[in-house]
């Protein structure tokens, strides 16, 4: 039986990394009259729709995909949530 | 009083919006043999500190960032979660 998962992954800079990106977007909120933000990190929200047997291996899986592929792990940290959003029992 | 907020803001594609990243992605991951991702969407996600005297204040001013900088409204939806990190009480 396969089972299809949504996870939920955010991409974030490690606390020790610059964001520019992000200092810029402060400036110029601060420039709009913001001048109360003390701190903006962008970083990623990423929902994969996965199909995998059970909930173990689709979490395994997302690992070597976040690593691999979705998050540079020199400068960035990952984490998801895993919801288990359909189930094919391959009757249908 | 001054509170601080921890805004955690996700900024999303709306779902009828054609995501060319995200299939990007999904491809990818197929040559890696993932075959078993069905659909990935790549979105922003936002961590903003900012100083309200309350939650609602803080509420209002974080809806008009959103749609005046991070977010564009024609093709994206957002939402946040607020959490208080810390009371300035002035004190000190």
């Known amino acids: 039986m396969q089972r299809k998962y949504l996870a939920k992954i ?5 606390p020790s990394v610059l964001d520019p990106a992000g200092v810029a977007v402060q400036s110029s909120l601060k420039q709009l009259g913001y001048d109360n933000v003390d701190s903006v990190r962008i970083g990623k929200y990423i929902e994969v729709i996965i199909t995998e047997p059970d909930e173990r291996k689709a979490r395994q899986n997302l690992d070597r995909i976040c690593d ?3 998050a540079n792990p020199v400068i960035e940290n990952y984490r998801f949530d895993l919801i288990e959003v359909e189930s094919q029992t391959g009757v249908f």
Chains 1, 2 share one sequence.
Request: hydrophobic fraction near 60%; glycine fraction near 0%.
């Open 68 to 70: 691999q592929m979705l």
């Open 10 to 14: 955010f991409v974030t800079l490690r």
